[in-house]
């Protein structure tokens, strides 16, 4: 393996384990990454604001140096706190969605920061919106998109009734848009250009790093792209098939056994030399 000099992982699935929390392995690993020198970071679907208000309350603030928020969308550096936006959704191309899945039982998810606006709040949503440090909001969404733009529409529904998803989004013909599965609930629209890939390539050239000297850890259909543009793409054992197939190496270990600490342990630190940045 080559040299590394930024790390990047997916936070749901792959770097907090299933309660959502930091293992204290996993935190203990990306601290000694900090020792030798090398950049960590967050690439998720969430925003950044959220990810930053979560960075303290994991007691991993001082180890993480970027985050790649809404699928590459969003990166933020927190050493310079400088945040960059890419390919935003025009709000018309969004209310064409909406109006195609809209007789469907499903709720829809505009994130602006650490707000949440949708056009169905219950109890269960609002308590899954605090989990991720949002706060839900329900408005009537075609006044608030059409002078508006996002970074992404969510569409949420029971995960029984994905399947119903999924079939429809395959008669949406937008070349606007392009969507994709990020959690059994969970389905998202985005820019064509953005996707963690898209995101990766922003950050290497943000920090003047080669994608060769890379790594990357995901688990879901979300993290193929950044998977396999960096130089080592690393899934969890608990990934989907799809990911696998793509990545440099699968972990015999879950998100649950704090496979992103052993892979840094076995095969980073050992191997790596020290870089100064």
Not at 149 to 162: A, F, R, S
Request: proline share 2%; aromatic share 8%.
């Amino acid at each position: 393996m080559k040299p590394v000099t930024l790390v990047a992982t997916d936070l749901d699935g792959t770097f907090l384990n299933s309660q959502k929390k930091v293992t204290d392995l996993n935190r203990e690993a990306i601290s000694k990454l900090k020792n030798h020198g090398i950049l960590f970071g967050i690439a998720s679907g969430r925003p950044v604001e959220t990810v930053r208000a979560m960075l303290k309350e994991w007691k991993i603030e001082d180890s993480v140096s970027f985050i790649m928020g809404m699928n590459g969308g969003v990166v933020y550096d927190l050493r310079q706190r400088t945040k960059e936006e890419y390919h935003v959704l025009d709000g018309e191309i969004v209310l064409d969605i909406i109006h195609f899945f809209q007789d469907l039982d499903v709720d829809f998810w505009i994130l602006e920061g650490a707000t949440r606006y949708t056009n169905r709040t219950s109890i269960e949503t609002q308590e899954h919106a605090r989990l991720f440090g949002e706060t839900e909001i329900e408005i009537d969404l075609e006044p608030y998109l059409q002078n508006n733009t996002c970074n992404k529409l969510i569409i949420h529904c029971d995960k029984e009734y994905m399947p119903i998803i999924l079939e429809r989004a395959k008669q949406y013909k937008n070349d606007a848009c392009v969507g994709f599965l990020t959690a059994n609930n969970l389905f998202e629209y985005v820019d064509p250009r953005i996707n963690k890939g898209y995101g990766i390539e922003k950050v290497a050239k943000h920090f003047g790093v080669k994608l060769e000297n890379c790594v990357a850890f995901g688990d879901e259909q979300n993290d193929k792209e950044m998977l396999e543009k960096v130089g080592m793409g690393v899934c969890m054992q608990n990934g989907s098939q799809d990911v696998k197939d793509v990545s440099s190496y699968v972990s015999p270990y879950t998100n649950d056994e704090s496979a992103i600490a052993h892979f840094i342990e076995e095969n980073i630190l050992k191997e790596n030399v020290d870089v100064i940045l």
